[in-house]
Nanobody, 119 residues
């Protein structure tokens, strides 16, 4: 099992920045890709950004050029630097990790951290 704990959410004005952090513990050897998802009230959870163990990244179109995902494998951490925040970025942000143990694939989630962007 893998445990994920996020931090860094909060309230920020439009145009501001926040940096989210997520630390993984447990069976970290099994983790491959990590990422960030978000869920706004009344909406489905959606991918924000993902990063492979080797550092390859992909982003949702709505954050390209504004958000940057990074990963420190030595510290078992993944980060999301969010710049030029907009009110529509308001959501609960969840850390995510994919893992494989033996031939079984797992998906892990953190508890989420609230990001609120005021206009």
């Amino acid at each position: 099992q893998v445990q994920l704990v996020e931090s860094g959410g909060g309230l920020v004005q439009a145009g501001g920045s926040l940096r989210l952090s997520c630390v993984a513990s447990g069976s970290i050897f099994s983790i491959s890709a990590m990422g960030w998802f978000r869920q706004a009230p009344g909406k489905q959870r959606e991918l924000v950004a993902r990063i492979s163990r080797g550092g390859s990244t992909n982003y949702a179109d709505f954050v390209k050029g504004r958000f940057t995902i990074s990963r420190d494998n030595a510290k078992n951490m993944v980060y999301l630097q969010m710049n030029s925040l907009k009110p529509e970025d308001t959501a609960v942000y969840y850390c995510n990790a994919d893992g494989v143990i033996g031939s079984v694939a797992y998906v892990y989630w953190g508890q989420g951290t609230q990001v609120t962007v005021s206009s």
